[in-house]
């Protein structure tokens, strides 16, 4: 059971995300930001976030801890794969598409005072 907390991307995460086209990304340790989109409210956003979606970030939260601390090695094996590979062949999103659809990930959201899910 991974705990997990939701935030919504602001700022330059925000202009990343949006600049890249993704609506969520993860955050080391155990975050995964939502980009809102403009005209939209973060807990109306939250109740259509796909369980897909945060099975795919959950496993590359779980990416990050493997490969070390704070996620920096991660980032760097994650972009080198993107070089080689191209997005669509990235061996790390490979793997967060195939769990996407793998209802055995169990995840538990605990940001529970910041807001209700
Ligand atoms: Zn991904």
């Not at 705990?3 to 080391?28: N, V």
């Not at 996620?71 to 794969?81: I, N, R, T, V």
Request: charged share 25%; aromatic share 12%.
């Amino acid at each position: 059971m991974m705990k997990i907390r939701i935030k919504q991307a602001t700022g330059l995460d925000h202009a990343r995300m949006a600049t890249f086209g993704f609506w969520a990304s993860a955050e080391a340790p155990d975050t995964i930001l939502v980009r809102v989109p403009a005209g939209r409210d973060f807990r109306d956003t939250l109740k259509f976030l796909p369980a897909g979606i945060i099975r795919h970030e959950i496993t590359h939260l779980r990416q990050m801890q493997e490969l070390g601390i704070l996620g920096d090695s991660f980032h760097y094996a994650y972009w080198l794969e993107n070089i080689v590979h191209g997005y669509e062949g990235n061996k790390y999103e490979i793997e967060a598409r195939a769990a996407e659809t793998d209802t055995s990930i169990e995840y538990e959201i605990i940001n529970k005072g910041e807001f209700n899910v």
